[in-house]
């Protein structure tokens, strides 16, 4: 084992798949592994090189595996999959990620820490709650207009439709149907408690952190997307550019150019949904704010608001702002709002 120099492990939940090849290339290992025994192997093994899909449990791996002094570079699952050979299984799937790793334009994965993984989880239960929030609205507003009782869209109407359910004495509601609407108004109170608890712990979070800080002195930026952006981008350098981290995020035109002619469609959506729903969120605030004040430090976005539908000009800002984040984080510094044009 002493001649490995490059590793694909094929991680999951109980088994993984090692294949280990030495400096010519030639196969020196090809084994399975329960998971009690993945330590103890790469404990005896020499420092070495070790490559792995970016799924679950990926950077927890990666995390253990470098503490023992191998180098571990995880690599996104579709970029490995074109070295899969023939049918698809666990050796397969090892030897394409072996092979992979080692090619000079693969594009890596940032190892992201605990507290990095804690937060990007804080994040995630509240977007479940979230969910779990306009579940339970729906279902309420649903179930009342089968009884004729209705209300406007938005906050103000829900407050009616749960005095309506709170109010034992109206007999628009029979009491097996306020029994079930009760339930239901119970379950929404509980996630929206849950909701502003997450929503306090992010906001200190943010206070606590200097990078967060400085992010969210972009316009578009609050702590929520500060937090995440925190979150989900690890190391800013494995990006050269801020319009890398864009296309990462997926807020740059697919492309499907060829014989020197360009063709620029929609934006290509890969990447992180959740980054990308954020940022654009974002950049529709900074528009509607700036049809309420004037656009005097963008004039560029003035006029594509003017030419362009709302949801294409916040994409655009979108694009930028990521851009601008990537600044900050790759060179530090804060935001300095444009000079403010006249006439």
Known sequence: ?????TVGLDIAKSVFQVHGVDEAGAVVIAKRLRRSQVIPFFRKLAPCL??????????HWARELGALGHEVRIMPAGYVKPYVKRSKNDAADAAAICEAVTRPTMRFVAVKSREQQSLLMLHRSRSLLIRQRTMLVNAIRAHLAELGIVAPVGL???KALLAVISDSEDERLPPLARCCLVSLAGALMTVEQEIASAERQILVW??????SRRLASIPGIGPIIATALIA???????????????????LVPKQNSTGGKERLGRISKQGDKYLRWLLVAGAMAVIRQGRKTGFAARP???????????????VALAN??????????????TYRQPALTTG
């Open 50 to 59: 070790i490559g792995m899909e970016a799924c679950g449990s990926s950077h």
């Open 232 to 250: 989900s981008v690890a190391d800013p350098s494995i990006f050269r550019s801020g319009r890398e981290m864009a296309a990462w995020i997926g």
């Open 156 to 158: 103000r109407g829900l």
């Open 206 to 211: 943010h206070r606590s952190n200097e990078a």
């Open 1 to 5: 084992m002493e001649q490995v120099s």
């Open 300 to 314: 560029w976005l003035a006029g594509l608001a003017q030419r362009k539908p709302a949801k294409v000009a916040a």
């Open 320 to 333: 930028r702002i990521a851009r601008t984040a990537w600044v900050l984080l790759a060179r530090g510094g």
